[in-house]
């Protein structure tokens, strides 16, 4: 079993930064992938990144590949999205999640999901 608790959301300027952390809690394995997706209001839950635990091989959905950047901290067991040169457009409710294997960018196949922080870009 594997809990994540995410922080680091907030209120932020279009052009700021912001850094999101996703603590997990429990045994997360090499074989495992991270990922961060995204909710919108009226809106479907949408991928934002994924890394594997392992190498820290990375995956990103096209607007944000540049500005964000996806890692890990294996000894903390914590993952973390860093988000630069933010837009109005970011603004979300930001889920961490975890899945067996190897990367994939589709919300059901993650087993183990966080409860969210909020982002919002102020233009």
């Known amino acids: 079993q594997v809990q994540l608790v995410e922080s680091g959301g907030g209120l932020v300027q279009a052009g700021g930064s912001l850094r999101l952390s996703c603590a997990a809690s429990g045994r997360i394995f090499g074989s495992y992938t991270m990922g961060w997706f995204r909710q919108a209001p009226g809106k479907e839950r949408e991928f934002v990144a994924a890394?594997?635990?392992?190498?820290?091989?990375?995956r990103y959905l096209g607007s944000v590949e540049g500005r964000f950047t996806i890692s890990r901290d294996n000894a903390k067991n914590t993952l973390y999205l860093q988000m630069n040169n933010l837009k109005p457009e970011d603004t979300a409710v930001y889920f961490c999640?975890?899945?067996?294997?190897?990367?994939?960018?589709?919300?059901?196949?993650?087993?183990?999901w966080g409860q969210g922080t909020q982002v919002t870009v102020s233009s």
């Open positions: 999640a975890a899945k067996s294997g190897g990367l994939a960018t589709t919300a059901s196949e993650y087993i183990y």
């Open positions: 890394a594997r635990w392992s190498d820290g091989s990375a």
